[in-house]
T-cell receptor
Framework: DTGVSQDPRHKITKRGQNVTFRCDPI?????LYWYRQTLGQGPEFLTY????????KSRLLSDRFSAERPKGSFSTLEIQRTEQGDSAMYLC?????????????FGPGTRLTVL | RKEVEQDPGPFNVPEGATVAFNCTYS??????FFWYRQDCRKEPKLLMS???SGNEDGRFTAQLNRASQYISLLIRDSKLSDSATYLC????????????FGTGTRLTIIP
């Protein structure tokens, strides 16, 4: 257990439904990342927060995706009008900022299946 | 072309053997390099950082060649518990510091 938690761990939904995932980072970590991992691939960067500010979004993040980190603590990732291509593992990671290398710690992920 | 390229394997090797993984990266702005390990249906976990001088951690040795943009991982005296997917990872040490992963190389150690 890295100290990063995600909820739910598994989500099965029908195409067209909206889903929301939650990530609770390690408490003193001000940076939070969302990644997506499909079968047979490595994780791919989706978006990044420093405190409550969303500072970068990947081109992978279509307008159906939105992420928030309202108080600079937990974060949510919402997918609207899900498509079968959204089926993946959604991973959250957190780290401290500052100089030098600080490891990103990953949560256990939320596995999404869109039927 | 993907920013980080790895042979996806699978590699099936007998217990006790030595196995080597290679990885190339295309973005010369990449500044930090890592190997992560991912067990089936689990999150990735940092195995080791990779330095130009080479570094060793027990049975694991990592090497970086910046001129060739090439990273390697050597596992000696492989154990059954080494069975996992090994992900090559690069990072730019400025801005968002996002991690860019290779596809991973699946390793199975055979008893």
């Amino acid at each position: 257990d890295t100290g990063v938690s995600q909820d739910p761990r598994h989500k099965i939904t029908k195409r067209g439904q909206n889903v929301t995932f939650r990530c609770d980072p390690i408490s003193e970590h001000n940076r939070l990342y969302w990644y997506r991992q499909t079968l047979g691939q490595g994780p791919e960067f989706l978006t990044y927060f420093q405190n409550e500010a969303q500072l970068e979004k990947s081109r992978l993040l279509s307008d159906r995706f939105s992420a928030e980190r309202p108080k600079g603590s937990f974060s949510t990732l919402e997918i609207q009008r899900t498509e079968q291509g959204d089926s993946a593992m959604y991973l959250c990671a957190s780290k401290t900022g500052g100089a030098g290398y600080n490891e990103q710690f990953f949560g256990p992920g939320t596995r999404l299946t869109v039927l | 072309r993907k920013e980080v390229e790895q042979d996806p394997g699978p590699f099936n090797v007998p217990e006790g053997a030595t196995v080597a993984f290679n990885c190339t990266y295309s973005n010369s702005a990449s500044q930090s390099f890592f190997w992560y390990r991912q067990d089936c249906r689990k999150e990735p976990k940092l195995l080791m950082s990779v330095y130009s001088s080479g570094n060793e951690d027990g049975r694991f040795t990592a090497q970086l060649n910046r001129a060739s943009q090439y990273i390697s991982l050597l596992i000696r005296d492989s154990k059954l518990s080494d069975s996992a997917t090994y992900l090559c990872v690069v990072r730019r040490d400025f801005g968002n510091e996002k991690l860019t992963f290779g596809t991973g190389t699946r390793l199975t150690i055979i008893p």
